[in-house]
Every structure is written in C-alpha cells, then in structure tokens.
C-alpha cells in the first residue's frame, strides 16, 4: 500500500477513530491539508511558508488595513483588520464569527443563492462591488468598507448576473 | 609500556581546546585521557535536552562553568509542535543550581523556562555572568527582576525571539544602581514599554555594554540619548524606527550615529519612516551586519543604504529588495557571506514586489564569499540553480524556500531535481539544505550521492516513494538533523535503515506515511532510540498496526523514554507499544 499523491486522503482513510473519541490535549490548530493546489489554495496549510511565528506575528502587524463592516440589522459597526486573512474563505469565517452570518465566505466563492446573506464592498471609486470577483490580494488594495446584505434586502438576482 | 604525561600537562593542554567536538574526541583516546578531560571540561553543548539526564551530565562533568541545551524540535519555530510538547528546562536548572556552584553561563533554545526557575538561577550561582534565552517561553519579566536583582555579575542577557509574559514594565529597575558589568543587552521581543529612565541609567553606567537590542516600544526620539550614553557599542537593534515630523529628532539622532565609531551591526527597524534611513548613513562604511528583516521600505531606500556598506558581511532583508537591490548588492558588498531574504507577503505574490530567481543569481555571481543563503521565492529554474552552484561552490548553508508547494521549474514545468543536484554536486562542503519546489525521488538520489558533507537537511511537499528516503538515509554519512513534512515516505524506508537512526542527532516526520506498526518495530529494534507518536486528534489506534502516525519524532538518547509527555504523545515502549 504505497501512498503516493494525494497523501492527505489516505491518511484520513486510513485512521480508524475511537469511538466517541476527541481530541487529546492538543491545540486549536488546523489540521486540514489542502495539497497546495495549483492556484496555491494555501490557506489551509499549518506551519507553510516556513516563517517563524515571530517574524510572522510582526509582519502581519505592519501592514494594517482596518476597514469598517457593516451588517443589515445590526445595531452597530465592526471593523476588521484585512491584511491579517489569507484569503476570502478565511474572510468569510472571520465575518461569521463577527455577524452569525454562516455560509458568508462559500457566498463570496461561489455564485449561488444558497446563502442567506451576500457581501459587498465599496471600492476606491465609491462604487459598490460584489465580494469574491477580483483576486483576494487586489480585493484587500481596494476595498474601503464592507457591508453584509440580507439577500432580502439586496433584490438578489440583480447581483448575480447569471441568474436572469 | 605507555608513556604518559603528567596529569596537570595533560590539564593544561586540553584547556587550549575548547571545541566541543575536539573536546569529544579527546575523551575517545583511552581511559585516563576521558578521566582527566570530563573533569576539566568547562563547556557543555547538548543539542537535545532529552538525549541525556541532567544528573549524567552532572556525574560525568563536575567542573562545567557553561551549558548550553536546545529542547522543542526546530519545526517548532513553525508551529508543528504542538503545545505542552514538552523541552522544559525546569529539572536541569534544579539540579544544576546544586551542583555546579560555579555555573557562569546558561543557553536555552526552544525550551520552556519559568520564573521560579530563573529566580533560582539568580540565587544559586556566586559568579553568574550569562543568559541567554532564544525562542523561550514560560516565564515573564517577573522572573526577568529577580535575575536583575541578584545577578551582581551579568555580563548578558539575550531575550532573543522569546515570548515573555510581560507584567511590569519596570523590571529593568532591578538592576541595583551598583550594577556595572553589563555587555549585552537583548530585549527586542519583549512586546510593552520598559521604563526608560531605568534603561537610560543602566546605559549610562553600563561601559563596557557592547551589544543592546531595544523593544520596538522604544521610540525613535529615545534612541539618540541611549547612543549619546553609549557610544562604544558594537551592535544595535533599534526600537521603531519613526518618529513624527520633527527635524530634531533627525539631528540629534544623526549626530548621535556620527559618534557610534565602534558600531558593525544594525538591526530592529521596525515600522520604518525612509526620511530617518539617512541619519545613519555614517556607519554604513563601517557595517558588516545589516538586519532589515522587519523594515517594510521599498527597493530604491534598500539599495540606497547596502550601495554605503562595503564591508556587509550578512543581510537580512524583506523580498522589497527585490532583483534591482540584489543586482546593486552584488555589485556594492564583495565582502558578502551571508543573505537571508524573507517573504513580505506570506502567501501569494504581491504584484509590487519584483523578487525572482534572478536576483540570487546575481548576488551568487557577484559576492565570492557568499557561504548561506536563506532565499524565500515565488519561482525558481534548473537553470538558475545550475547557475548558481556554478558560481559558488563555497556555499555551507542552501535554504531554498519555493513559496508554493510543490512548484516546478517555471520556464519547463520539470521538477527542480537537476537544479537541486547541481547544487549538492558542486558545493562540497555543503552541510545545510532545505528544499522546495517540485522535486521527485531522483534528487534524493543525487543528495544521497553526493551531499557527503551534509548535517542538516529540511523537506517539504517532495517525493515520490520510500526511495527517496532510503537515498537520504543511506546516502548522507554524516547526517545529524532530518526534518521531513508531507511527503510520501514511510515504513519500508525507515526500517530499512535503523542503525543510521541511532548515528543522528533526531528524525522527525509529520504527515507521512509511516505507520503504527513500523514505529513499534523500530523501538524493538533500536532500544537506544526514544521513538516518540504524536497523535492530537486522539484517532490513533495504537492496537492497530496499519494506522499512520501524524507526527513522528525520534532521538538518540541514553535517558530512557522522557516522563514528561502531554497525553497524546507516546512512546514507543520497546516491549509493548501501549498506550499509558
């Protein structure tokens, strides 16, 4: 039984778990393995790049870019730092913890109705652009604020403009 | 009959050597000659603190008057360790504080050090001159006070890349106003203000202080009264390195580098403001170590300030260097040895940055005496890396970081085994590497065939089979240090080369494919081996032979398995792989 690619499959195929049985003492740590895909789906990966965490932690400090979000019905604003995600999967777990806004982050990477909620973004123009369309780190120069609309309220098929 | 020299002129040579190494193989010559040399060894290095007891060490050497120990495995520095792992200094600064009154110098490195702990050491030993903690936790500048208080002596005290729990900011007070020896001074990781009065005085009266690495919470407009107090120093870390728009700040700052005649190294620069780069100009000419690691200034400020050092000798810089500042430090810094280039945006390319391939390339063919290189990337060639083992087949140290996993060449889509096999076949006195990129089983053979020289090797993401492994293991003779990550390799490799476990400082494999049943074999079979199974998520099956282990990391050790394992870490016992 030689594993050859796709390494972190067999490996889950493999474990047999104890019953009932959870973690041991272990830390909060991802454990998922994404195989870093070609478009670097890089999220996922713990400890890759190897970077310390202490050149990590100060790196991400320097380049801040706190942007406000706002929530249809929410009595108040947030913000959030951008440059601290790695992309709009982990943006979109950071605003559910946020809002209880869940299914947001697979909303913003796939252009179904499945979620009750949609995210927007006010651009350098002031336009208002839909989250998810342009590269993550092209997103992160440009967006000013961010806004979580109930799909209610955003006359939804307008939004998806495959949907006609 | 044998002759032999006189105890005490036997004493008396060996002081002159001072290597570990050499002292080591001194103690192989016969009986006497291990007799008189562990009771005069002065120095102690063990690089895993689990490979032997405090209490063999103490036996063996009486007269230690510095120890140095490392605890965590280096992957730690990467998060794959998890915590409660263990590497805690605890047992040995006990019984250290009993027996070796005269202990003058202690290093830890990835070890978990407590207050109580360091409140001992400042208390137990008469002549305490150094401490040195590098990528430490457990303690807090609580523990930093007592060693401040009671340490009459210290010459140093190296905080480097620590995690200290800071509860008050005042602990640098503790230094007695009579307190005068100080060297060196590390406190950079330390994340809140330290009271600057108390700093400023300990500077003041410190004139022999050579080295002083400042927190980031020191302010920019501090700086030129430290340097003012202290104008011998010979390394500096600055604290942030911005100040508002104030023209004094710059002058004084300027005229207090001007009088710094002594100072070769610069580091710290944090959240830098380019306007302030020029205030020191002045001691450019003079440098031969330049840590920009954590100065986010683009390309034309960089290149401005290494074209002003000659003399660089080692840089570390963020990838904003990019090609065009490692074309104009090839061309400026021929005293060059060691580059170190770390990533600026960790995950994906930042459009702005221009850092490819080339830029190594050029520094390999201008700088002669570059020996180790630390290279983060978004793209690499065979070609280059031909090119660049052409050039310099000096290099000791080759860290190649592709930052993508499993990226091949990109201008053949081939994986990097030739580019890599250029490498370990030209520089022959390699005895670090780290790979990435896309590389299978065939640039393990060329490791194993001609990386002789090789101490420590670091994969990730490569691999085809256990061959691979098996070039390694079988290849590399004088192997100490093996770290793998997510790679195909597993039990028939392992098992096939047990006894070169037992000649190896550790092996460690995570997210491989070695199984239960390998490691239970491996312990059987090599009882000189802690072989040690992480299994976090509590899946493992330890009845199961079949089951994959996450984590794997064994040790050569003549300490027996270590009793201080969080539960979800075993050992492997040699006659029945239970669980406790």
Redesign the interface.
Known sequence: ?????G??L??TE?????PG???????E?K?V?SG?GKN?N??L????????????N??CH??KMYVKVSMDGAPFLRKVDLSCF??YSELGMGLEKLFGCSGIGEAMKEESESCEYTAIYEDKDGDWMLVGDV????FTETCKRLRIKRRSYANGSRLHGTNT | MVYSLPEEVLEHVFSFITSDKDRNVVSVVCKSWYEIERKCRRKVFIGNCYSVSPGIMIRRFPEVRSVELKGKPH?A????V???WGGYACSWIDKMSRAYPWLEEIRLKWMVVTDESLELISTSFKNYKVLVLA?CEGFSTDGLSAIAANCRNLRELDLQ?SEVMDSSGHWLSHFPDTFTSLESLNIS?LGSEVSFSALERLVARSPNLKTLRLNRAVPLGKLSTLLQQAPQLVELGTGAYLSGVRSDVYSALSKAFLGCKELKGLSGF??VDPSYLPAFYSVCSRLTTLNL??A?IRSPDITKVISLCPNLQRLLV?DHIEDSGLNALALSCKNLQELRV???????A??NVTLTEQGLVSVSQGCSKLQSVLY?CHQMSNSALITIAKNRPNLTCFRL?I????TPDYLTHEPLDIGFGAIVKHCKNLNRL?LSGLLTDRVFEYIGTHAKKLDML?I??AG???LGLHHVLSGCEILKKLEI????F?DTALLANVAKLATMRSLWMS???VSIGACKILSRKMPMLNVEV????????PK?D???V?KLYVYRTVAGPRSDM???IWTMDRDSANKI
Do not use: Q
Request: hydrophobic share 30%; proline share 8%; aromatic share 12%.
């Open positions: 039984m030689g594993p050859h690619e390494l972190g067999e490996i493999l474990r047999l778990g104890l049985g959870s973690g041991g003492g272990g830390g740590k454990r393995f870093g670097g890089m999220d990966v713990v400890g890759w790049p190897p970077v310390c965490l202490y050149k990590k100060n790196i320097v380049t790695k992309g590269p993550w780190l092209m | 992957f520095d990467f998060n794959l998890p915590e409660g990528s890349e990781c944090w959240d690691s954590y986010t963020l770390f990533p600026s945006y960790l995950y994906v930042d459009a983060f970081c930052i993508e996993p499993r780290s670091s990730a993401f085809d089979s256990d990550r997510d790679c195909p597993g997210s491989c494919a992480t299994d976090e998520n509590g899946t493992l099956d199961l079949s089951c994959l996450e969080p539960g979800y």
